[in-house]
């Protein structure tokens, strides 16, 4: 069973190339387009790893990692925060929130799956262990 990548992102270009550079990577997608879709499918798509913008309409990525944070249930869950919003005290803030990674866009795809496999690849081992 593929793991499962849920892409929360507003802009439409970003969704469309992290969708093909997730699926071309054997996961299985779902998106949210907006803060309360992404707690919505957060609760039903169940994702191993979660591709988290800031800046969304509703709720934002920060309260959203929060939200999750909160929640024993999605504590093996894996968020990479992937934003425009680079500056130190974001990326402080969404680490301290519990983010597994802060990534800026624009951002290389290589590297961004390389950091996606690596977070999964963890918690697959926490798993089985």
Request: charged share 25%; proline share 4%.
């Amino acid at each position: 069973m593929p793991a499962k990548v849920l892409i929360v992102d507003d802009e439409a270009n970003i969704v469309i190339s992290l969708e093909f550079l997730m699926e071309q990577a054997g996961y299985a997608v779902a998106i949210a387009r907006n803060g309360d879709e992404a707690i919505e499918k957060i609760e039903s798509f169940r994702p191993d790893l979660v591709l988290l913008d800031v800046m969304l309409p509703g709720v934002n990525g920060f309260d959203i990692l929060q939200r999750v944070r909160q929640q024993p249930e999605h504590r093996g869950m894996a968020i990479i925060m992937l934003t425009a919003k680079g500056r130190e005290v974001e990326v402080t803030k969404g680490l301290a929130l519990g983010a597994d990674a802060y990534i800026t866009k624009p951002f290389s795809t290589r590297d961004l799956l390389a950091e996606v496999r690596r977070h999964l690849n963890a918690n697959h081992e926490t798993f089985t262990d």
